[in-house]
């Protein structure tokens, strides 16, 4: 049977979340999907799969990938205490970076049927979604050959990252993301090796503007911009 594809996105915005419930959260919704392509299967059916596309800010903290090294996280567990700062081992690729407040947080959790099978794609997609966002505010970026992410002045010293990603997909679906910083305070980056690139800079849309904007206006930048490269259709924007 032909897998009948479905291109809608339902936007969840849910606003500053805890990290460790924000995963369950994508957890919850990746089975979903899941379970209704297992079911589709076992029974013959072709029953459309939901895509989500989740909008957040987290409180600081680091998270450590799956492949990531523990020693690149430079503070011990009485600094990050004294900074509260939480720490968590999470299933996402990569390895070590940081979230917290003035960053925007996109966790897409799609059904890649729906729009093709191919996880490199789906990373430079992700990428150009970014770069995409950032040009429409007048700053030029782009990909790295080497590295996973969105940067400026590749391969410059002057070289540095304004978007970290990281991905986790279970049969075609994705869960984690990326975290794009915007207004966010860069000295906590100074805590880690960020994605194990020692040497690299860290910038933010603030810095490179020098003025604030608000993650509301950015987030909806980038929807408009992930909606054409994906071409697919929001369907619905609920906000918590």
């Known amino acids: 049977m032909e897998y009948k594809k479905n291109n809608q996105v339902k936007i969840l915005s849910l606003g500053n979340i805890d990290y460790s419930k924000c995963v369950d ?57 004294e900074k509260n700062i939480q720490f968590h081992e999470t299933s996402r690729g990569g390895d070590i970076t940081y979230h917290g407040p003035g960053q925007l947080v996109i966790y897409p959790i799609l059904d890649l049927e729906n729009f093709f099978t191919d996880i490199h794609k789906y990373l430079r997609f992700l990428e150009l979604a970014v ?27 002057s070289e540095r990252k304004i978007c970290a990603m990281g991905v986790k997909v279970s049969r075609w679906v994705t869960m984690h993301g990326l975290a794009l910083n915007v207004n966010c305070d860069l000295e906590f980056f100074n805590g880690i090796v960020p994605c194990g690139l020692d040497n690299r800079n860290v910038t933010s849309i603030k810095n490179e503007i020098q003025e604030s904007i608000s993650l509301d206006s950015v987030s909806k930048i980038f929807i408009k911009n992930f909606l054409e490269i994906f071409n697919s259709i929001l369907v619905d924007w609920v906000e918590d």
């Open 25 to 81: 959260l994508q957890k919850k919704l990746q089975k979903e999907i899941i379970d209704i392509k297992l079911f589709n299967r076992k029974n013959n059916l072709n029953k459309l799969t939901p895509n989500y596309l989740l909008i957040v800010e987290h409180d600081h903290v680091y998270t450590l990938g799956k492949s990531g090294n523990s020693e690149n996280l430079l503070y011990s567990k009485s600094e990050l205490q």
């Open 131 to 157: 770069i995409n966002t950032l040009k429409d505010l007048n700053i030029h970026s782009s990909n790295n050959p080497n590295k996973t992410g969105v940067w400026l002045d590749v391969g410059k010293t």
